[in-house]
């Protein structure tokens, strides 16, 4: 009996070694742990520093941005501006080189108080006219020929038909009655004229 009662007691273990398992068991799950909790703060430090990057390259591509707004703003507020002055001074050129023939009509306005000689009168009128034609041409202005020409809607605006009084005279112009003009080879105004029909 005596055999019996020891060998139903339960095996004695020793304490210590039972308190060190427990301690190598708690030590591997705190590493554990530490292990896991360093690697989420190196994802998140990973996440951070992306985020950052992000949040960076976002502040620098605004930066650009509002730069590259404001210089094209600057931009079209200077064209303008220079538009404006160039089309002033361009009428200025037109006006300066005009000048001279202004004078020269006051000059044959005095000359009419004074002059019975018609003929003269004629003649300076027509040197006036020419100046003028001369200065309008350097500016590349040139007149439109279009008697006995082709009808050309790109040039003619006709006023009028009328029969045409010999069959080669049809579809072409027959009278202009206010002469076209073009500048540096752009219609400006349209030749009136009548058509042969």
């Known amino acids: 009996m005596?055999?019996?009662?020891?060998?139903?007691?339960?095996?004695?273990v020793d304490q210590n070694k039972t308190e060190e398992v427990a301690e190598n068991t708690d030590q591997v799950t705190t590493d554990d742990a530490a292990s896991n909790a360093n690697e989420k703060e190196v994802e998140s430090a990973q996440e951070l520093s992306t985020e950052e990057k992000l949040q960076q390259e976002n502040t620098a591509l605004n930066d650009k941005y509002?730069?590259?707004f404001a210089e094209f703003d600057n931009y079209k507020r200077r064209t303008q501006k220079e538009r404006v002055e160039l089309l002033q001074t361009a009428g200025k050129d037109v006006v300066v080189s005009?000048?001279?023939?202004?004078?020269?009509?006051?000059?044959?306005?005095?000359?009419?108080?004074?002059?019975?000689?018609?003929?003269?009168?004629?003649?300076?009128?027509?040197?006036?006219?020419?100046?003028?034609?001369?200065?309008?041409?350097?500016?590349?202005?040139?007149?439109?020929?279009?008697?006995?020409?082709?009808?050309?809607?790109?040039?003619?605006?006709?006023?009028t038909q009328v029969p045409a009084p010999t069959e080669e005279l049809k579809g072409k112009v027959i009278d202009e009655v206010q002469k076209g003009y073009t500048l540096n080879d752009k219609v400006i105004r349209y030749a009136k004229v009548v058509v042969g029909a």
Request: net charge negative; no cysteine.
């Open 66 to 68: 509002l730069r590259l």
């Open 98 to 159: 005009l000048l001279p023939v202004l004078d020269d009509f006051e000059r044959a306005i005095k000359a009419t108080e004074n002059t019975t000689d018609i003929d003269s009168l004629r003649e300076g009128i027509l040197l006036v006219q020419q100046k003028l034609k001369g200065i309008l041409t350097q500016r590349g202005l040139k007149e439109i020929s279009s008697k006995d020409a082709a009808f050309d809607t790109d040039l003619h605006e006709a006023i």
């Open 2 to 12: 005596f055999n019996k009662k020891k060998k139903e007691e339960e095996p004695v």
